[in-house]
């Protein structure tokens, strides 16, 4: 198969969708792989460093789709990829649609097959593409929530770990999945007051038995959440349904109660953010403040460490991308799991959460592949 890598346009976006050691493999089953100039020089990957390990390395990006048969990618295709991407393409890379009507029309119209990563499950029903993205952007999370607490930036001017004779800042930890316990275990690892709320009574207690009293677990109601933002200095909010809208579980009725200079930082803002205030933001200008309450949105976290992210990203995509390189869609067709990324194909929506978020008719993709 014909394999295209364009860059990524993003703001700020380094991230690379396969690096030379992935190529390697990847030319070395048979299959061509072509990499749009200068696609990872940011981060130490070199156009020369590519052609050694078996790429064809093309002037822009329209050369990459034209010659491609799959297109791997990390973030979602901006518009004007969009209309680079034909009926035979097979698009792999991180979506988000379902707070991205207009992304999905435009996927839609190219007619070409979508395979998101971050619905695609493994057999215990958890995400693996998601996965290492979601520990980053956890970690990340405390790292610039602690930033944004300095009054220079509009914070409390609280240290995240306080000094002896003063007490630490308190965190709050909305959802305890894979983003929600990197954060709570970097808070914890900075010396805050952590306490993590989720609806899985089960994956609180997992997370006691993690951590013991060293960090708090509450089932997630509207009254603990209440009650623990209005404690809050920083807040996290981690809650996830796979392919689907965040549920927004702060209100801007609520400011008046919490702390004036908390920061909140949205994870979820992928997937619309899980604060009705929430908006997306770039690392260029990643924050505003609205009631006097700090807002970390950033839509591609992980961006900012981009080459730690290209490798733990390439480390579970590979697998998947020789599958599809080897199969074409019959990779999906016979795996029930993997089947599940397919969000869009043939201009019909594939993907139910993707599809009852949008408001479209949901199609089974066994009826279409």
Do not use: W
Not at 137 to 155: E, K, N, T, Y
Not at 228 to 237: K, P, R, S, T, Y
Not at 262 to 284: K, M, N, P, W, Y
């Amino acid at each position: 198969m014909r394999i295209g890598v364009p860059r990524e346009i993003k703001n700020n976006e380094a991230r690379v969708g396969l690096t030379p050691e992935c190529v390697f493999e990847l030319v070395a089953n048979g299959h061509d792989v072509f990499i749009e100039k200068d696609l990872g020089t940011v981060i130490g990957y070199s156009d020369i460093l590519y052609t050694e390990n078996g790429a064809t390395i093309l002037e822009n990006a329209e050369d990459v789709f034209n010659k491609s048969d799959m297109i791997v990618k990390v973030k979602e295709p901006q518009p004007q990829e969009c209309k680079l991407l034909k009926a035979h393409h097979i698009l792999f890379t991180y979506l988000h649609l379902a707070n991205d009507k207009k992304q999905t029309e435009l996927l839609q119209e190219s007619r070409c097959a979508a395979i998101a990563y971050e619905t695609i499950v493994d057999r215990n029903g958890k995400l693996p593409v998601l996965a290492p993205m979601s520990e980053i952007a956890g970690r990340m999370s405390i790292q610039v929530g602690a930033q944004a607490l300095h009054l220079p930036m509009g914070g409390r001017g609280v240290l995240l770990g306080g000094v002896p004779g003063v007490l630490p800042a308190n965190v709050v930890v909305l959802g305890g999945g894979v983003a929600g316990l990197n954060a709570a275990r970097m808070a914890k690892g900075l010396g805050a007051d952590v306490v993590v709320l989720d609806l899985q009574h089960e994956r609180l207690a997992e997370i006691d038995n993690m951590f013991g009293s060293a960090i708090k677990t509450v089932i997630s109601t509207k009254a603990n959440i209440y009650k623990h933002l209005c404690e809050a200095d920083l807040v996290i909010g981690a809650v996830l349904v796979p392919g689907a809208t965040a549920p927004k579980l702060v209100t801007r009725e609520m400011f008046s109660d919490m702390k004036p200079g908390a920061v909140l930082v949205d994870i979820a803002i992928d997937q619309g953010g899980c604060f009705e205030t929430s908006r997306a933001t770039t690392h260029q200008d990643p924050t505003y403040i609205i009631d006097g309450i700090v807002h970390y949105c950033v839509a591609n976290m992980p961006g900012a460490v981009a080459r730690t992210s290209s490798l733990a990203l390439n480390a579970v995509t590979l697998p998947l991308v020789n599958k599809i390189a080897g199969r074409g869609l019959d990779a999906l067709k016979s795996d029930e799991c993997f089947l599940q990324g397919l969000n869009v194909y043939d201009g019909k929506v594939t993907c139910k959460a993707v599809a009852d978020s949008l408001g479209y008719d949901y199609i089974d993709p066994h009826t279409l592949i």
